[in-house]
Structure formats: structure tokens, C-alpha cells
């Protein structure tokens, strides 16, 4: 009977390892994600105030306001929503930081699978839905 427990114990044990690693490569990963996004925001953010300078430095040409004025919205609604993807990739980070280092119980991790989903999984491709400035400028 000591036997079968000690069995359990360790089958229990190499199951909470193997998720413990688990959550500590989605850790890297959305570390990894979190970091390119800031970036892309910093750049995102400092491209549209160049367009804001731009724009209120020009002399009267109207079309040519319109045009840069329709390049700082986009850029505006980009910057959106790097933001708001940034603050969800902070929470999952958050996320897998306490449980990864708050070696919370295994009943809570069991739980808490539903609420901490790998990052990549149900997020569309930004990448091939938003252009960068520059290309929509180009179209423009």
C-alpha cells in the first residue's frame, strides 16, 4: 500500500513538473511577445507624433492635410490597439509569472488552465491584418 501511494506521489510530482515547465515556456514566450509589442508601440507612437508635427507645420494645402490627417488616424487606431493588445499580453505575462513562480497548488492549476491560454492560440495575425505605417502611406 506505501508502495502505491509513493507511485502516486511520484506520478503527481512529474505531472506538476511537466506543467511547470509548461507554463514556464509560455512565460518565455509571452515575455518575448510582450517585449516586440512594446517596441512596435514605441515606434508606432513616435512615427505619429512625427505626423502631428507634419501636419500642423504645413502651410494651407488642405489635400495634403487630409492626406497626412488620414495617416495619423490610422496610425492612431494602430496605436490603439498595440495598446490594448501590449496590456493583454502584460496580463497573461502576469498570468504565468504567478504560477510559474508563485508555485501555486496543483488544484489551483488545474483551475486556472481555462483562464491561461497560450497567447498565440485564439490571437489573430497582426502581422498580416495590419500594415506597417509606411505601407499605408504608400497607399494612401
Not at 509571452?30 to 500642423?56: D, W
Not at 490571437?123 to 495590419?130: G, H, K, L, S, V
Amino acid at each position: 500500500m506505501s508502495q502505491e501511494k509513493n507511485e502516486m506521489f511520484e506520478s503527481e510530482w512529474s505531472k506538476e513538473r511537466e506543467r511547470e515547465k509548461q507554463l514556464a515556456s509560455g512565460l518565455d514566450t509571452a515575455e518575448k511577445a510582450l517585449k516586440v509589442e512594446s517596441e512596435e508601440l514605441q515606434k508606432s507612437k513616435s512615427e505619429l507624433i512625427c505626423l502631428y508635427n507634419e501636419v500642423h507645420n504645413l502651410p494651407g494645402e488642405s489635400e495634403s492635410k487630409d492626406h497626412f490627417l488620414i495617416a495619423c488616424d490610422l496610425l492612431q487606431r494602430e496605436n490603439s490597439e498595440l495598446e490594448t493588445k501590449v496590456l493583454k499580453l502584460s496580463q497573461e505575462f502576469a498570468q504565468l509569472n504567478h504560477f510559474t513562480l508563485g508555485k501555486t497548488a496543483p488544484s489551483n492549476l488545474i483551475t486556472s488552465e481555462n483562464t491561461c491560454k497560450d497567447p498565440e492560440s485564439n490571437e489573430p495575425n497582426w502581422e498580416t491584418q495590419i500594415q506597417s505605417p509606411k505601407e499605408e502611406r504608400e497607399e494612401l
